[in-house]
Every structure is written in structure tokens, then in C-alpha cells.
């Protein structure tokens, strides 16, 4: 499948859960984006339409030889631990248009162990 097309059809499907996902400040929504490199996190407040939180693997102190599983699992407990600092225990989780596996689903299984409720 051409590049173009399938970055398209994820951008339909993050235009769809957006219309029905919204973040607070008191529940921000954790929205997640994935390249082919690296991954990113964020804690958005639509309300006010700021960042409340952002996490990414180029942050990460030590990668060495791990596999992008791994690293996702580590920018998972990284979100959380920024976002149980600003005392925030309770996210909505927005995957943008990806499948929940591999990558993804790692992430939202280590913020989940982090302490944060989706």
C-alpha cells in the first residue's frame, strides 16, 4: 500500500476519535504519535487547547540495544511519571488512528502500570 494513501486513511481515523475523545484538565487526553524512529506522548487539555505533559524517547537518557517495544515501554512510564507529578491520575487515551499493538499497546500497558487510569 502506497505511503500516501495509508497516512491518509490513519488521519480519517484520528479525525473520528478526535470528534468523540476530549481532554480536560482535569482528565487530559494522551495522545500518541509514532514514527518509524521514534515515539511521542502527550498530555493535551482541549479546553484551553495547551500541552499540559509531553514525553518522547529522544529524552531518554540511555537507548543502547533496545528494541522499539522496549523503548515505548519506557516513554509509557516516563508520560506517567510526569503526569502523576501534576498530581493527574485519570487520562483518556488517543491512539491517532493506530492499531493498538505492538508499539502502542506497550506504551498504554506501561503507563497503566505507572499508576494512570484510562
Given at each position: 500500500m502506497d505511503?500516501?494513501?495509508?497516512r491518509?486513511?490513519?488521519?480519517?481515523?484520528?479525525?473520528?476519535?478526535?470528534?468523540?475523545v476530549k481532554?480536560?484538565?482535569a482528565i487530559p487526553r494522551?495522545?500518541?504519535?509514532?514514527?518509524?524512529?521514534?515515539?511521542y506522548t502527550q498530555l493535551i487539555d482541549d479546553?484551553?487547547?495547551?500541552?499540559?505533559a509531553a514525553a518522547d524517547?529522544?529524552?531518554m537518557k540511555s537507548k543502547g540495544k533496545k528494541t522499539k517495544i522496549e523503548i515505548a515501554k519506557e516513554v509509557g512510564?516516563?508520560?506517567?511519571?510526569?503526569?502523576?507529578?501534576?498530581?493527574i491520575k485519570k487520562v483518556v487515551f488517543d491512539k491517532a488512528g493506530y492499531?493498538?499493538?505492538?508499539?502502542?499497546?506497550a506504551l498504554a500497558d506501561k503507563a497503566r502500570e505507572e499508576g494512570l487510569k484510562f
Open positions: 505511503t500516501k494513501i495509508k491518509e486513511k490513519r488521519f480519517i481515523r484520528h479525525k473520528r476519535v478526535r470528534a468523540k481532554g480536560t484538565a494522551l495522545c500518541v504519535f509514532r514514527s518509524a524512529n521514534y515515539i479546553e484551553k487547547g495547551h500541552t499540559i524517547d529522544r529524552e512510564k516516563l508520560i506517567a511519571e510526569k503526569a502523576l507529578k501534576k498530581k492499531a493498538y499493538h505492538g508499539r502502542i499497546k
